[in-house]
């Protein structure tokens, strides 16, 4: 497979940690097929409902791999953006179990200089594309994105809400309400809503490489304590389900080569073997105008885009 086999745009390159964000991601590709490269597998295929087509590759936790694994994929496809998908902690009451997090600001929090009495923060922090950026707060507006969900992979009491805040990513798994990494993260980086370990790797990639990216992440605990309780519940199988349709509803909106977007205005029907849910729309398009319409009039999902009057 050559890299100019997917037009003169690239291809969208997915990246997840794990392999149930993997699974979650490729159930919404039609006819994947495998593409190998210097060893590293990927799979490309294209959304389903839509002509963009993804490359998709599980990269295994942490910054460091991911930031191998998106430059690599980047040399290899050449591609029009990067989106991580997977699943991420919560850091706030109202970011709960279910709920899609878009980063519009990425920290990494390790870095820090150590004193013999004190620590004194050293971060790093990036913004994502604002293209990107603005293609997830149209296309997530309301809840027609939610039709994209796979039956069973919903929980039935609410629509998932998606936010539009940052996110803090490092090295460890923050399962604690009462921690010096919890109260770092509290006081340095108040305003990041999710935890999660790979979303700093993929910055520092694109930054080299210069190429557009942005982080989809599915809540799938509240890094309090209790995250083997939830995960045993099957809510890292319900965030990345939800993180996985955000995601394809964002790629189907992109704008082609054409400069129009991808989105039908209308969401694909259900497969036989996974129906799917609500509904939810993208970047506003003659084709997409109706699903924002409908999204405004009669959706029940909501959208959040910070804090206005008050902070956390």
């Known amino acids: ?35 190998i490269h210097e060893g590293t597998w990927f799979e490309a295929g294209e959304v389903t409902g839509a ?14 791999a991911t930031a191998a694994f998106a430059e690599r994929a980047r040399a290899r496809f050449a591609p029009r953006a990067i989106i991580l998908v997977g699943v991420a902690g919560s850091l706030k009451p ?7 997090v878009v980063a519009d ?19 790093a922090a990036w913004e994502p594309s604002h293209g990107l950026l603005q293609a997830a707060k149209h296309s997530l507006r309301g809840s027609v994105w939610t039709e994209r969900v796979r039956a069973g992979a919903f929980q039935p009491d609410r629509l998932p809400e998606v936010h539009v805040k940052p996110v803090a990513a490092g090295e460890t798994v923050l399962n604690s309400m009462n921690s010096p ?27 080299l490489g210069k190429v557009d990216v942005l982080t989809i992440r599915g809540i799938s605990d509240c890094a309090d304590g209790a995250k ?12 990345a389900a939800h993180a996985a349709a955000a995601a394809m509803a964002v790629i189907a909106a992109l704008p082609g080569d054409d400069g129009i977007s991808g989105a039908t205005g209308q969401e694909p029907g259900p497969a ?33 885009y910070g804090p206005q009057v008050t902070d956390r």
């Open 1 to 35: 497979m050559l890299t100019d086999e997917f037009g003169p745009a690239g291809p969208i390159i997915v990246l997840t940690a794990i392999g149930l964000e993997y699974e979650a991601v490729r159930a919404h590709l039609v006819d994947p097929r495998r593409v």
């Open 51 to 64: 002509g963009h087509q993804v490359v998709l590759a599980e990269v295994g936790p942490g910054n460091r």
């Open 94 to 100: 109202d970011v709960r179990l279910g709920d899609v």
């Open 105 to 123: 600001k990425i920290y990494a929090y390790d870095g820090s200089k150590q004193a013999s009495d004190a620590e004194f923060a050293r971060p």
């Open 181 to 207: 990494l919890r109260e770092r993260l509290t006081s340095v980086f108040n305003d990041a809503v999710a935890v999660e370990m790979e979303s700093a790797g993929l910055a520092t990639a694109a930054v």
């Open 228 to 239: 083997a309780s939830a995960d045993a519940l099957g809510s890292q199988q319900i965030a």
């Open 272 to 304: 036989d073997d996974a129906p799917a849910l609500a509904q939810g729309p993208r970047q506003v398009n003659r084709a997409d105008r109706k699903g924002v319409v409908n999204a405004v009039q009669n959706g029940n999902q909501t959208i959040n």
